[in-house]
């Protein structure tokens, strides 16, 4: 059974950073990618980023996060981080970390089959 396990969301003011990470167990983490999801309240999951298996070459951002957002993968320790910089109240939502269907990093959340329970991020102005 595959389980993702979210950590490192919080409050912080705007202008300042958080580190997410997602801790993976049950398959063999450097054969998928990975990616980062965020809820806001009364809106509809959308895509944060992804990053490729198994050496994450490739990174896919959506275009509000790119250049404040980066996304890795240290899969000797199974797990994929956030960096997140210049954080706005905007950036304000729960966070859900994805394990993909396979290694090619994507958008959609149909490429993906496994969900974190998500970790609450807080921008505040």
């Known amino acids: 059974q595959v389980q993702l396990i979210e950590s490192g969301g919080g409050l912080v003011q705007a202008g300042g950073s958080l580190r997410l990470s997602c801790a993976a167990s049950?398959?063999?983490?450097?054969?998928?990618?990975m990616g980062w999801f965020r809820q806001a309240l009364g809106k509809e999951r959308e895509f944060v980023a992804s990053i490729s298996a198994p050496s994450g070459g490739t990174t896919r951002y959506t275009d509000s996060v790119k250049g404040r957002f980066t996304i890795s993968r240290d899969n000797p320790k199974n797990t994929v981080y956030l960096q997140m910089n210049s954080l706005k109240p905007e950036d304000t939502a729960v966070y859900y970390c994805?394990?993909?269907?396979?290694?090619?990093?994507?958008?959609?959340?149909?490429?993906?089959?496994?969900w974190g329970q998500g970790t609450q991020v807080t921008v505040s102005s």
């Open positions: 049950g398959r063999t983490f450097s054969r998928y990618a």
């Open positions: 994805a394990n993909g269907k396979g290694p090619y990093a994507t958008t959609a959340t149909e490429g993906y089959d496994y």
